[in-house]
């Protein structure tokens, strides 16, 4: 029966690459005053969902938004007049209350902000937590997406050892409400606390930040650490060779900041996930994630993104003025690393299969500045995720 399930789903998968294709837009990565982000839930997801976004995750550290919690405004509140403008949005749905020591907001709970804003097959609301350990003074934080309930952070004795026990308590919850739900490393070179060799070791891992928007995280690496378009191609060549599946690549926003715009700080709207699936609904959009049927952007448009046994296309809904490249990369029969097959300067390419490849992905870069990077000079992208060619 689950081999028929998967078979159907794999079908399923296929067929969408040759239709037509319906992109929902999502981040899986947002902060509220739940942890430290600095404004209300209702107050993100309504940007969100004014910016034309399908899906937000609101994945606050070490808590799932449940329970009573009396937030105390601080002063920065006060200056980015955060309680003035959740009121006159919100109007009677706050509520607050202050006595000697200050005034205190009532964080609504997931279940209540998804029921107040989430919009029936056009704005989906995902429950999700970042689960937030440490090995020694190493970060190691990992989203769950569709999480059912609260995963403590761990302790262990590497890296590895915390991220491997967080994954196997994640897969576990999964069998156990038998529902897709599923974990993503996040930021690996954040203060450098993940490397390649801790990430290859992994089992049972699908999903990983290949693009971050907060300022503090390192996509690029630098003189000392590797950038993670490279970790992600060492670590699928070790998986390949492994027979384990493929690690997928995600963009996300980390955002925390919402009152002011600066590259300093975490925005909204700097990396996020593409996912076709014509159904509006969490299950819909795990399942489209965990076959690879998405790709990932800080700032590029595609409108096609197909493949079959032959070839892989890919075609991109272009910025006025602006100057693309697609990029075929793949790892080889006989290769030792992901190497550049095809590159393609214009708005649509296709890559015809070799017959030494082994895996292909693609990758589009611009002349594009960003206009709130998270980093100075920095031009939009977009990847689409790793296929096997079945040779
Ligand atoms: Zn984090
Ligand atoms: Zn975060």
Redesign the pocket.
Known sequence: MKKLILLSIILISCNSNVKEQHWQKGNL?THSFWSDGDDFPEMIIDWYKKNDYQFIALSD?NTIANGVFWYKIKQSDIENNTLKKYKKRFGDWVESKSDSTGIFVRLKTFEEYKSKLEDSNKFVIIRSE?V?SSFENK?V?I?VTNIQEKVNPFKGNSVYDVMQKTIDAVNEQREKFNIPLFAHI??PN?GYGINVEDLKKLSGERFFEVY?G?PA?HNEGDDTHIDLETMWDLINISYYDNNKPLLLGLATD?SHSYHRKSTNLSNTGRGWVMVNSKQIETLSLIEAMESGNFYSSSGINLKKVIHDEKKFKIEIDPNKGINYEIIFMGYRKEGFQVEELKRVKGTSAEYIFNENDLFVRAKISSNEIKKNPYREGETTQAWTQPIIINN
Do not use: A, G
């Open positions: 990565h550290h970042e937030t970060p934080h989203n996040n930021h954040f971050n907060h995280v980390d």
